[in-house]
């Protein structure tokens, strides 16, 4: 079965420090694997996904993360925090079923950026 | 600009009403859509997959005599939260996958119920 497993809960930065939050996966096969940013009492925005193609991946906003399959992890980074990256990120795996793709959210990840 | 329509964005409903939220897919066909229910600072739980033409299937826990979903066509899926109870205060937010250069999900706006 899938599952996602966020490691932490909260994370704190500094503007213009590096941000990393860490994803962890189970999948029975291949995964496509996302991360997604959520601002308070708005909708989900896609940052990144991977779907099998290169192992880095390049998102919007400066955001990146690597798919490891050693490792079964998904973190995303992003070399220096800005004050708008503050937010709820949510790592996603998809669950294929018969109906089509259902995503299967991690916890969620607060992101919290001090100046 | 935004691929699924989500309406209302936000609903105050009296306990024992009954709500209906409508999701639209804006350029594209989905013949599945899924339903996500996202409680305060906790993640997105997924509570059916609404199929056109046929049943939803709903995941364990979730009662569907509650939550009436219904695909009426290939474009629109609507979920009624039915008697709701202040304990159906939630996020509801709905999501479509598109097929193309692989399959992306997109996501409606969510809509913050609360329910008095």
């Known amino acids: 079965a899938q599952s996602v497993t966020q490691l932490d809960s909260h994370v704190s930065v500094s503007e213009g420090t590096p941000v990393l939050l860490r994803c962890n996966y189970s999948?029975?096969?291949?995964?496509?694997l996302f991360w997604y940013v959520q601002h308070p009492n708005k909708g989900l925005q896609l940052l990144l996904k991977y779907t099998s193609a290169a192992t880095l991946v390049k998102g919007i906003n400066g955001f990146e993360a690597e798919f490891k399959k050693s490792e079964t992890s998904f973190h995303l980074t992003k070399p220096s925090a800005h004050m708008s990256d503050a937010a709820e990120y949510f790592c996603?795996?998809?669950?294929?079923?018969?109906?089509?793709?259902?995503?299967?959210f991690g916890k969620g990840t607060t992101l919290s950026v001090s100046s | 600009g935004a691929v699924v329509s989500q309406h209302p964005s936000r609903v105050i409903c009296k306990s024992g009403t009954s709500v209906k939220i409508e999701c639209r897919s804006l350029?594209?066909?989905?013949?599945?859509m899924f339903w996500y229910r996202q409680f305060p600072k906790q993640s997105l739980m997924l509570m059916a997959t609404?199929?056109?033409?046929?049943?939803?299937?709903?995941e364990q826990g979730v009662e569907k005599d509650k939550f009436l979903i219904n695909h009426a066509s290939l474009t629109l899926s609507t979920l009624t939260v039915t008697s709701a109870h202040p304990e159906d205060s939630s996020f509801y937010i709905c999501?479509?996958?598109?097929?193309?250069?692989?399959?992306?999900?997109?996501f409606g706006q969510g809509t913050r119920l609360t329910v008095v």
């Open positions: 999948s029975s096969y291949s995964p496509s």
């Open positions: 999501s479509a996958p598109r097929q193309g250069r692989g399959t992306e999900a997109f």
């Open positions: 996603v795996v998809s669950l294929l079923n018969q109906a089509g793709t259902a995503l299967i």
């Open positions: 350029d594209f066909q989905a013949t599945t």
């Open positions: 609404s199929n056109e033409g046929s049943k939803a299937t709903y």
